[in-house]
């Protein structure tokens, strides 16, 4: 597999003092989310953006990424895709933050739907805390048909978690949400959540404004 990249939109007033890695959905690609980057960037003037194209071709868009196989026929497809697909993961942002000059507090996850799964998955692995994950239309995932307090002897890094989900959300069913900070909760880690209500799959400008003022927030105490 080729080492992960994508597009970039640097820091707004040049020096970066943070960084927030954005995580596309199923089928999309890295071009999907940037823009999120453009709609925050006065809020965060000093952060970079970057938005990695997943690392495999997505069997369901012929022209869009996979951070792992989606069919829904496999027992623990989900649970395997996230353990496999993390360490490529961990290694650019490790990466990232080095080629910054930044640590990982002043690290955040922006992901969508898949690249939620992935965000939360590898971002509660790391060996220090980021400074905050924001999951839209995403759910915490583990072993099938198990507790997600399965997961406590594998979490090393609690930070602050936003969640946002469409309560007419189609693809990743609105009771992700609650499974997902239950989940949470139950492992210690912080947790925010909003259900928007008329919302299906996707961002709204209400969720875009949540997110951007929780990375301002969580930057803000790391400062």
């Not at 960084?19 to 959905?25: I, N, R, S, Y």
């Not at 997505?58 to 353990?83: H, I, K, M, S």
């Not at 640590?103 to 996850?109: H, P, Y």
Request: one cysteine or more.
């Amino acid at each position: 597999m080729m080492p992960l990249d994508g597009p970039r939109l640097p820091a707004k007033f040049g020096k970066t003092r943070q960084l927030v890695v954005f995580l596309h959905g199923y089928g999309a690609d890295g071009n999907d989310l940037i823009d999120l980057g453009q709609a925050w960037r006065e809020l965060l003037p000093d952060t970079a953006f970057v938005s990695p194209h997943a690392p495999e071709p997505c069997a369901g868009a012929p022209y869009g990424r996979q951070w792992f196989p989606l069919t829904f026929r496999v027992r623990n497809e989900r649970w395997d895709g996230v353990r496999r697909a993390g360490p490529m993961l961990d290694a650019f942002l490790d990466a990232e933050l080095e080629r910054e000059g930044l640590e990982d507090d002043a690290l955040a996850l922006v992901g969508f739907s898949q690249g939620s799964m992935m965000a939360l998955h590898t971002g509660l692995r790391r060996r220090k805390s980021m400074g905050a994950i924001v999951g839209y239309s995403g759910i915490l995932i583990g072993p099938d048909d198990q507790p997600l307090s399965v997961l406590t002897p594998e979490i090393t890094a609690r930070p602050p978690v936003l969640l946002v989900h469409g309560d007419q959300d189609q693809v990743v069913p609105p009771m992700a949400l609650p499974y997902s900070v239950e989940g949470l909760k139950a492992l210690g880690v912080p947790v925010e959540a909003h259900m928007r209500p008329g919302l299906g799959h996707g961002i709204d400008s209400a969720g875009l404004r949540l997110g951007g003022d929780f990375l301002a927030q969580a930057f803000a105490r790391t400062a």
